[in-house]
Structure formats: C-alpha cells, structure tokens
C-alpha cells in the first residue's frame, strides 16, 4: 500500500550528522510543502554543527555565523537533534529504516589521505587532520599530547586547510586569545618553538588550491611574514594565458607581491614552496621525524608534477600531511572504497531504496561551507520525488516515541537541542569571562553534564 503523508503521519527522515550537510539537508526538507515532514537529526558527539564547530579554523569566527540559521533549523518544531548517538552501535542501520520513511548519511569525511612514502609513521608526522580535531577541541583528539617541541614543521599540501594549520602555528597567543581555540591548544601553541614553517605545493602557483583571502592572511600576521621564492612561482607567458581562473590569478599576484617583499625579520617564517613533493621523512635516530627529504619538480604537458632527480632536505622535526580528507565507511552502508564516499547516485544510495546521502561522503571533501546546501538540497529533492512517488517502503514504527523507547531500552543518554543550548550558554559565557569569544568543553563526559534542567 502507498503510503500518504499527513500531519499526523509525516514523512519521517533520519538525518545521520549535524554537520553542514545534515542542516541543510533539514532545511530543505522544511522549506518544502508539498509533505509534511518530521527530521530527527542525529550526531555521534553531544555537540551539533560537524565541521563547522571541529573543521573550520577557530580564527574564522565569520564562517562559524552560519550557525545562526542552523539553530532555527534545529529548534524548528519538525525537528528533534539527538546528539550522543552513533549510528551503527546506539542506532543501527536495522533501528533506522524501522523507524524512519527515508535515512539520510550525512556524515562528512572524518579520516584522511596519506602520503604513502617512507617515515610517515614517525613521531612528529601526523595529518592535519588530527591537529585540527585538536586546537578545535575535539572529544576524541582533545586528550593528545601535542609535542611542539618543533622549530620546524612541513605542512604538505598547499589547499586551505593547510594554509588554516600553518596560520595557527604561527600566530602570537595574543592573535589566538581573540578565537574560539581550544584552551589546551592556546598553552601549547603559547609555548610552542615554531619558528620555520614549509608549506608545500607539488605542482605549481597556479595549481594551488587555496583560496585568496586565505594565501593574503599571511601578509598580515604579527610575529610571522611569508617567504616565497620567485624561481618557483615563475611562469611563462603560455603557463600564464592559460591561467582562467580567477582565484588562481589573484593567488599568483599576491604571491608575487610576497616574493618581493623585503624580509622584515619577523620571528617566524612561513615559506609557500612549489614543485616540491615529500619522498621521505627522515628518522632522527629516536624514531622521530630528523627532516624532510623533498624532490623538486618539473610540470608535464598535462599540468602534472614530475620529478627531476634533484633533492633537498628540509630541517623539520613534525610533517603534517594536509593531502585531503577521506570518507569512512558506515555499517550496513555501501561504501566505495576507491573514492571514500558512499557509494551512490546523485545521493540516492547505490542499490537501496529510502536511503540518501549528501555532502563530503556523497560527492568527495570538495568546496567550502556553503557548496553543501546545493548538494544536500538535490539530494532532498531526489528523496521527495521518491516519497511523492510512493517509492519509500514505509517505517514499521513511524513515530518518535518509538524511537525514544528504543534508544532509552539500550541506555543512550540522548543529548537533545535544548541540552546543547544549555552548553552553548555556558561556553560564550565562560569565553566572555576571559575576554574570549567562547570557551570550548572539550570532553564528552563535562558536556553531558550540562543539560536543560
Ligand atoms: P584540497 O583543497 O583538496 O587540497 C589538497 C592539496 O593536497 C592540494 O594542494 C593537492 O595538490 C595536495 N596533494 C594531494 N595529494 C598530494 C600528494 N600526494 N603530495 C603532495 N600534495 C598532494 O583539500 P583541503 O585543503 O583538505 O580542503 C578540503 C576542502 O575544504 C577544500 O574545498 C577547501 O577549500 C575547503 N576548506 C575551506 C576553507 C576556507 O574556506 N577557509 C578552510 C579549510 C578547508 P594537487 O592539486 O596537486 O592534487
């Protein structure tokens, strides 16, 4: 029998992470109405926004404002956040599609890629990755022992978030007071011995993938200034015409206005470098990172880095691979392994029905906060279409009783949107306090303490 959504039986979708994605992804199915729909929006941590509150530097505090229109889609009537709820152990796939008409993954890109050469388990060489869930104060990261005994670190990789990891290194504690870092980020990094950063980009200036306004931020830095050589941002006059896009062109000027810069004898030093790859971290002796060993490169006819056979060490104690992020799969979820993302069609999960995906696990870790809502907004019009359709096999147990008897009879302490309120207070509070714009809880079991009375 087809189903027929009403008010009292809405069309019942479980949204699996609260990141960009899963919000937009909400707010579609709000904004229509043609169904009247019912979104449960789960996150495996108690604290909502992904990547917005654990990716995005804590120095962009204008990209976090997007959290002001995900607290109204979050505190929508049609919408519950059940945050401290992993799916595939509290909620498992089974649990979903009992309960829910349509199960949409978006679950974003939580690990990354590797270099794959010699040295990379090294101490001192990690992704960026890691040291982003870090200073952001990440539950999961938030208990490592960050060594930044380092007076120089290769960041390799020349996308933003290299830039947002070697900005952070470098900037004075008076620069990192004025963002939401994590407390235990801002010791460290006070203390830390940074003096040299090397960012590397194995192809040219004009392949970078960074964004302007991003490569400017390191013209404007207290206690740093950029070191770029104009031997390895030199283009010819065909490399130059063939340049069309416009952030590329930009990205070249302003590198060009760096190279010829006089140096200011700053304390600290970030080198962007260009045809350049890792081939080797070097051991110290001790098992810790001693250098890294580079190769230039030289660009084919089809814009790819060759290597030449020269090389050169760089006097480097930590390497954080900034290479790209990677999909991990979820249980009971197709999962294409080459890619690192779910594997589907234009968000319609691959060989199953009433379930979708957007976002990085649909379509890769590509584009910035705002890219998501088209993709997520597709991807829910894919779902609609279906539902009209009378495609979606229907839930067994379509309400949100159910569901919370299911998750209390497992003893899930469920973290809801007004308990993260709660917390939210607390933290702009506490930052307040410190003349900071928030402080950040960082663990899991401190959170949980903070709930709506
Ligand atoms: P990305 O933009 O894809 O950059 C990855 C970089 O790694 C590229 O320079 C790539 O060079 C390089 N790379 C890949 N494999 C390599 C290898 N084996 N050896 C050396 N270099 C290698 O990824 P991302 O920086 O992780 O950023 C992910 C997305 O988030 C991007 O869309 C980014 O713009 C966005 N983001 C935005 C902001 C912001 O708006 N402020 C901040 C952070 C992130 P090739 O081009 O040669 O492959």
Do not use: C
Not at 366 to 383: F, Q
């Amino acid at each position: 029998m087809t189903q027929t959504y009403t008010p009292h039986r809405p069309l019942r979708v479980a949204v699996i992470g609260s990141g960009p994605s899963g919000i937009f992804a909400t707010e579609a199915l709000l904004k229509q109405t043609d169904l009247p729909a019912q979104v449960d929006v789960y996150d495996r941590l108690p604290t909502p926004y992904g990547l917005v509150r654990y990716g995005v530097a804590p120095d962009h505090l204008t990209i976090k404002s997007v959290t002001r229109g995900f607290e109204k889609t979050l505190g929508d009537p049609r919408v519950r956040f059940l945050g401290n709820v992993e799916f595939g152990k509290d909620l498992t796939h089974e649990d979903a599609l009992a309960h829910y008409d349509a199960v949409l993954y978006t679950v974003g890109a939580s690990s990354d890629r590797r270099l794959g050469i010699p040295g990379e388990d090294l101490t001192g060489s990690m992704s960026a990755t890691e040291f982003v869930a870090w200073y952001n104060g990440h539950p999961d990261a938030a208990a490592r022992e960050m060594v930044l005994s380092a007076s120089g670190v290769a960041v390799v990789g020349v996308g933003n978030v290299a830039l947002d990891v070697s900005r952070i290194l470098v900037k004075t504690a008076q620069e990192l007071h004025e963002s939401d870092i994590a407390a235990h980020a801002l010791t460290a990094l006070d203390a830390s011995h940074v003096q040299d950063v090397w960012v590397l980009g194995r192809r040219g200036p004009a392949q970078a993938a960074f964004t302007t306004k991003e490569l400017r931020e390191f013209g404007e830095l207290h206690a740093a200034e950029p070191v770029v050589k104009p031997q390895e941002i030199a283009l010819t006059e065909s490399e130059e015409a063939a340049i069309t896009d416009n952030t590329k062109k930009k990205n070249v000027e302003v590198l060009r206005d760096f190279a010829a810069r006089e140096a200011e004898g700053k304390s600290r030093r970030v080198h962007l470098r260009f045809l350049v790859s890792p081939v080797e971290i070097l051991d110290d002796g001790q098992g810790r990172v001693g250098g890294l060993k580079v190769e230039r490169n030289r660009l084919d006819e089809n814009g790819n880095a060759v290597g030449t056979g020269e090389f050169e060490v760089l006097p480097v104690q930590m390497v954080l691979r900034s290479v790209g992020y990677r999909g991990v799969a979820l249980p009971g979820v197709p999962f294409d392994e080459k890619r690192g993302v779910i594997a589907n069609d234009e968000g319609r999960v691959a060989g199953r029905v009433g379930e979708y995906t957007a976002g990085w696990i649909k379509r890769g870790p590509s584009g910035v906060v705002g890219t998501n809502r088209k993709d997520a907004t597709d991807t829910v019009a894919h779902l609609l279409t279906d539902a009209k359709d009378g495609r979606l096999p229907g839930a067994a147990h379509p309400t949100r009783d159910a569901v919370d008897a299911l998750l209390a009879g497992k003893g899930v302490k469920v973290y809801s949107f007004h308990d993260w309120q709660v917390l939210d207070a607390h933290e702009i509070a506490e930052g307040q306090a410190q003349g900071r714009p928030r402080a950040k809880v960082v663990h899991r079991e401190v959170m949980l303490g903070h709930r709506k009375a």
